[in-house]
């Protein structure tokens, strides 16, 4: 069974600086997808960064990166330069990549507050 | 492009009342559709597993006959919430996987719809 772990229910940062967003897993697939997602008041689900477990190098999309410890099973999310839009919720996720099965599984989320 | 599309995205019924929920990928085949509840200040948690043409699988907990889904072509599934209860108040959201990722991707990406508020009273 897949599991992911948010330890932080709320998170606050001041615009402009760079904040970091936990997120830890336990999997016993031995290829596996890790996601980050944003969603806003209005409720939608944004993609934001994909990491493979297979991959090298940690995944970066503008602003964010996925600080990838394999060892550890962390997947940590590091906005930089922070907007006061990218206050949202955010949730880490992960599917297995081998298997047929596709299914999406989420943490508890963290709420994130930029303050101006 | 990759666009899934839900409707209506605000529903208020009474109590005892079905509702219908659509989900569309509008540029995309899906041959696979998810469809996720999420409670106030909760995380999404997956009802089923929805597959064109065949019958929708359902998670741990989740009442098939309470929770109705078809699957009817590669571009619409619906989910039917049967006689409503408070408790049913809701958000869903349903997720399409377009196979045509893979290539790029290494898996089939899925794609969000905006949600549905479901509100039972």
Redesign the interface.
């Known amino acids: 069974a897949q599991k992911i772990t948010q330890t932080q229910p709320g998170m606050f940062v001041q615009e402009k600086e760079a904040v970091t967003l936990d997120c830890t897993y336990d999997t016993s697939d031995p290829s596996y997808?890790l996601f980050w997602?944003k969603q806003p008041s209005?409720?939608?689900?944004i993609?934001l960064i994909?990491q493979?477990s297979y991959d090298q190098q940690n995944a970066t999309e503008g602003r964010y990166s996925l600080n990838f410890q394999k060892a550890r099973k962390s997947a940590n999310l590091v906005i930089s330069a922070s907007q006061l839009g990218d206050s949202a919720m955010y949730?880490c996720a992960m599917?297995p990549?081998q298997g047929g099965s596709?299914?999406?599984?989420?943490?508890?989320?963290t709420k994130l507050t930029v303050n101006p | 492009g990759a666009v899934v599309s839900q409707h209506p995205s605000r529903v208020i019924c009474k109590s005892g009342t079905s509702v219908k929920i659509e989900c569309r990928s509008l540029d995309f085949q899906a041959t696979t559709m998810f469809w996720y509840r999420q409670f106030p200040k909760q995380s999404l948690m997956l009802m089923a597993t929805s597959n064109e043409g065949s019958k929708a699988t359902y998670e741990q907990g989740v009442e098939k006959d309470k929770f109705l889904i078809n699957h009817a072509s590669l571009t619409l599934s619906t989910l039917t919430v049967t006689s409503a209860h408070p408790e049913d108040s809701s958000f869903y959201i349903c997720s399409a996987s377009n196979p045509l990722t893979t290539g790029t991707r290494g898996y089939n990406e899925q794609f969000f719809g905006p949600g549905t508020r479901l509100t039972v009273l």
């Open positions: 997808g997602y209005s409720g939608e689900m993609f994909y493979g949730f599917r990549l596709e299914k999406l599984v989420f943490g508890k989320g």
